[in-house]
């Protein structure tokens, strides 16, 4: 009978656990992501304009930061949503690629990170149409911004 209760109340908590992470932990701090689809390794997935602006208008709404559209382990397309600004990051082995959608917002690359800020690194603002490209090592960070949603392309590493 003890079994069988503890069983009942660690089920009950790994499914809220799993909810909680699928919605994206509430908030824009959140570190939780929600993915939409593993990556098919027997046809072509497509993703149209019309999928992607109601993404991002989702995230708006829910206050995610970022969705996984497609999860490929080494590989993943993300859309990202960003109010404000976030802490700088630096991936030991992954390759970046953004694709501004919509909004401004000051990028920072290069420099040193420490303390989750870049010093010494190139600022620039990043508007629609632009494509940045950050290869593994470069420190990086998005701030000063009303509100930015790009496309976001990780390979080449799980860091």
């Known amino acids: 009978m003890i079994r069988t209760r503890l069983f009942g109340a660690v089920a009950l908590t790994l499914c809220t656990v799993a909810a909680f992470a699928q919605a994206g932990g509430g908030g824009q701090g959140a570190a939780a992501r929600v993915v939409r689809h593993q990556a098919p ?3 072509a997935l497509d993703l ?3 999928t992607l602006k109601a993404e991002f208008a989702e995230m708006a709404a829910r206050k995610l930061i ?3 559209l497609i999860e490929g382990g080494a590989y993943s397309l993300n859309t990202r949503r960003i109010v404000g ?3 700088a990051q630096v991936h030991k082995s992954i390759i970046e690629f953004y694709f501004v959608r919509e909004g401004t917002a000051t990028l920072i690359t290069g420099g040193t990170l420490a303390e989750g800020k870049i010093r010494g690194g190139v600022e620039r603002v990043v508007k629609p149409g632009d494509v940045v490209f950050i290869p593994p090592g470069i420190p990086h960070g998005i701030s000063n911004t009303a509100g ?4 976001n392309i990780h390979f080449g590493g799980t860091d």
């Open 41 to 43: 390794a027997d046809k």
């Open 48 to 50: 149209p304009d019309a």
């Open 66 to 68: 970022t969705t996984r």
């Open 85 to 87: 600004s976030e802490p």
């Open 148 to 151: 930015i949603s790009y496309l």
